[in-house]
Every structure is written in structure tokens, then in C-alpha cells.
């Protein structure tokens, strides 16, 4: 009855970015409505050391894309952040997604083990498959996804918690 | 292989919570460095219709909290949120840290498949125990505690994505 690693991911991050799918179009409904330029929201940030919401989308993308190539080691697409508009930024969340449920079940389920080594700028970290997905990747992507959510929710777009939480299924 | 259950809340939930905790004693030693009275930060807001940052905190408290007393049936002690200081929410991250700890692996691990309501003003939602855990109460800790984070950076405390993370174990 434990819940296999596919259930863990997928599931959850599919919902996230058809969420945020959602609430970037409210976005663009609200500028519409109010007059104001809709790529105006993509440089807004909650603090001038942090990334900007253009940059908080694209990493809600990588975040769930680099999670599900490293368990299954199915080759992910590769988005060189030339992302401009948010037309450009549903497009990626689209092709994300796209991947995302490309990838079977047999390739994600048993990689609770598997050695995961995660580079960035002047360090590595390692773990296990399974404490990857629980302890690195979930909290990672509803970080962003919750940063750009804040973002546009202090810029007046009218969101609420189900915004966030999207639907299930 | 899959993952138990106990280990797809307990650990991320205390790690979480830990962070809080840092995240907290960062924000008063960064009031009394500059002169500020560090409960002004417990007003703040991201808009004017969300919640403040103290609600934040109890949120980020309860939403483990009651995740662990529906999964287990063990009983969770009851606060009323009548904290009005950062010593009191952390005596309060203190206290569900302590619950949490006590619960045994074995009043978790099994209950996949337990019926949950989740009852709020004006309505209930129905859950099974494993998707309740995925798909809603993991998701709302990491709002909560996002929230509180990025209230605290934009208010100028030094923080950065580690202490979000915080320390596995």
C-alpha cells in the first residue's frame, strides 16, 4: 500500500503547472482589464535578490522536468530561458507538461535508490531517488510555484488559494 | 520499495518546521540589528487579502499538525492562536514539533487508504489518506512556509533558498 515514486511526482506536478497555466492567464485577463502591459508582471520580484516572476516560471518548469529525467533518464527538452512574453512562457509550461506525461511509469517507479547528483554553480548535491523527489524537488517546485503565485496576487490579479492548489486528476 | 507514508510527511514536515524556526530567530536578529521592533513583521502582508505573516506561521504549524492527527488518529494538541510575539510562534513551532515527533511510524504507515474530511467554513472535502497527503496537505505546508519566507526577504531579512530548504534529518 506504500505509494510508488510515479505517484509521487507526476501527479502532483502536473496539477501544479496546469495551475499555474491557470493563473497566468488570469494574469492577462487582469491586464487586460486594467490597462496595464501584461509583460509588466514577468520583471516584478518579492525582493531585489530574488529572481524576478519571469524566472520563477521557468524554473516551476525545470523544476519537475529535471526531477522526472533524473529518476527515469528519459532525455528531457532543453528551454534556453529566451522566453519573453507570457504567450512564450505557456508555450513552455505546454511543452513541460508534454514531457512530463510522456514519460511511462515503468521508468519513474523503483528508482527510490537511485544515486542523483544535482550541479549548480560551485557545488554538487547528492541523494537517493526517493529522499531527491521528498526532500529537494516537491519543496523546490511549490517554492516557485508559490513565489509566482505571491507575485502576481501582490500585483492585484484577482487569485485565490484554489489557484494555487489547482485541480486534481 | 515505494515509500511509507510516515516517510512522506514526518520528515519533510520537521525539517520544514526547523526551518521556520531559523527563518524566525534570522528575523529578530536582523530587527535588533537595525533598530526595528521585530513583531512589526507580523503584520505583513503580500496583499491586502491574504493573511499576515503571524497567520502564516500558525498555518505552517497546523497544516502538519492536523495532516498527522487525521492520518493517525493521535490526538494533537489544541492552539488557539493567541500568540502575539516570535518567541510565542516559536514556542507554538516548538509544541508541533513535539507532537509530531511523538507519533509512532506505526499509527501512519498503512493508512493509504483512510477516509479524511477536511471540513472549512462552508464546506468539507474528502480525501483518501495518500492522495490527501499529495495532493493537499504537502502542498499548503510549502504555500504556508513559502509565504512566510518571502514576507520576511521582502522586508529585508537575509535570507536565502538554504534556509527555505533547510537540513534533511
Do not use: W
Not at 532543453?78 to 519573453?84: L, N, P, Q, T, Y
Not at 511543452?95 to 542523483?116: C, F
Request: aromatic content about 8%.
Amino acid at each position: 500500500m506504500a505509494t510508488e515514486l510515479y505517484d509521487l511526482t507526476l501527479p502532483g506536478f502536473v496539477r501544479g503547472l496546469k495551475a499555474l497555466s491557470a493563473i497566468l492567464d488570469k494574469a492577462t485577463a487582469h491586464a487586460g482589464a486594467t490597462g496595464v502591459d501584461p509583460e509588466s508582471y514577468l520583471v516584478l520580484r518579492l525582493s531585489e535578490t530574488m529572481n524576478p516572476l519571469i524566472k520563477q516560471v521557468q524554473t516551476v518548469c525545470d523544476s519537475p522536468k529535471l526531477c522526472v529525467a533524473r529518476l527515469s533518464g528519459v532525455a528531457a527538452p532543453v528551454h534556453d530561458d529566451s522566453e519573453k512574453t507570457i504567450a512564450d512562457l505557456q508555450g513552455r509550461i505546454a511543452d513541460t507538461l508534454a514531457y512530463l506525461q510522456s514519460v511511462p511509469r515503468s521508468a519513474i517507479d523503483g528508482q527510490e535508490g537511485k544515486d542523483i547528483v544535482v550541479t549548480f554553480p560551485g557545488g554538487e548535491m547528492k541523494f537517493l531517488g526517493q529522499p531527491y523527489v521528498t526532500g529537494f524537488a516537491v519543496p523546490n517546485f511549490y517554492f516557485h510555484l508559490t513565489t509566482a503565485y505571491g507575485l502576481l496576487r501582490q500585483a492585484g490579479v484577482p487569485l485565490g488559494k484554489r489557484d494555487y492548489m489547482g485541480v486534481p486528476g
